[in-house]
T-cell receptor, first 113, second 117 residues
Framework: GENVEQHPSTLSVQEGDSAVIKCTYSDSASNYFPWYKQELGKRPQLIIDIRSNVGEKKDQRIAVTLNKTAKHFSLHITETQPEDSAVYFCAASVDTGFQKLVFGTGTRLLVSP | EAQVTQNPRYLITVTGKKLTVTCSQNMNHEYMSWYRQDPGLGLRQIYYSMNVEVTDKGDVPEGYKVSRKEKRNFPLILESPSPNQTSLYFC????????????????FGPGTRLTVL
């Protein structure tokens, strides 16, 4: 089955810096890669996703890149702000008619003012 | 307001005492799923349901049961809870994906923090 590894487990940056979180997956059939943000005590919420027919996707300060050959994808946050502090989860899914998400172990991002 | 609700939000119980965590969604979603979240392990799928009366095991189904008698509800049942089931549980729902079709966002409930003593 699919296995998703996520690094780093914690990441501390200064406000205004960029942050990069990386994930690798094992199943070459995976073709959908969402990223979820979980604030302290809250539920995970989708922030951006990418399908395998796209190499990069951007949404304001957030971007995701995908390298299918190397089986890794990354979340990039530019101009970080304190409200970006949260746990971020990557996930991978095979589009076989049902969405079985396999999640990474999470990255705790801390943005210091 | 479109939402996924869970009850209870917090529960402390003792080993062996049967419990049910309810999950309900008002978005007419076919697909529902249960996850548990543990530190350092991320979210792991327990069970999922593609529609009424259609359920299947996820990655960590041992010790859990589910049922899907109505489209909006997907309760998680722990027949004989044990301390290793102490965790944060999330229910999620989405429209039913189809192969090659659009992939729909999974919406998560607020979570249920369960402690089994």
């Amino acid at each position: 089955g699919e296995n998703v590894e996520q690094h780093p487990s914690t990441l501390s940056v200064q406000e205004g810096d960029s942050a990069v979180i990386k994930c690798t997956y094992s199943d070459s059939a995976s073709n959908y890669f969402p990223w979820y943000k979980q604030e302290l005590g809250k539920r995970p919420q989708l922030i951006i996703d990418i399908r395998s027919n796209v190499g990069e996707k951007k949404d304001q300060r957030i971007a995701v890149t995908l390298n299918k050959t190397a089986k890794h994808f990354s979340l990039h946050i530019t101009e970080t702000q304190p409200e970006d502090s949260a746990v971020y989860f990557c996930a991978a899914s095979v589009d076989t008619g049902f969405q079985k998400l396999v999640f990474g172990t999470g990255t705790r991002l801390l943005v210091s003012p | 307001e479109a939402q996924v609700t869970q009850n209870p939000r917090y529960l402390i119980t003792v080993t062996g005492k049967k419990l049910t965590v309810t999950c309900s969604q008002n978005m007419n979603h076919e697909y529902m799923s249960w996850y548990r979240q543990d530190p350092g392990l991320g979210l792991r799928q327990i069970y999922y349901s593609m529609n009424v009366e259609v359920t299947d095991k996820g990655d960590v189904p041992e010790g859990y049961k589910v049922s899907r008698k109505e489209k909006r509800n997907f309760p998680l049942i722990l027949e004989s809870p044990s301390p290793n089931q102490t965790s944060l549980y999330f229910c999620a729902s989405s429209m039913s994906p189809t192969t090659g079709g659009p992939i729909y966002t999974q919406y998560f409930g607020p979570g249920t923090r369960l402690t089994v003593l």
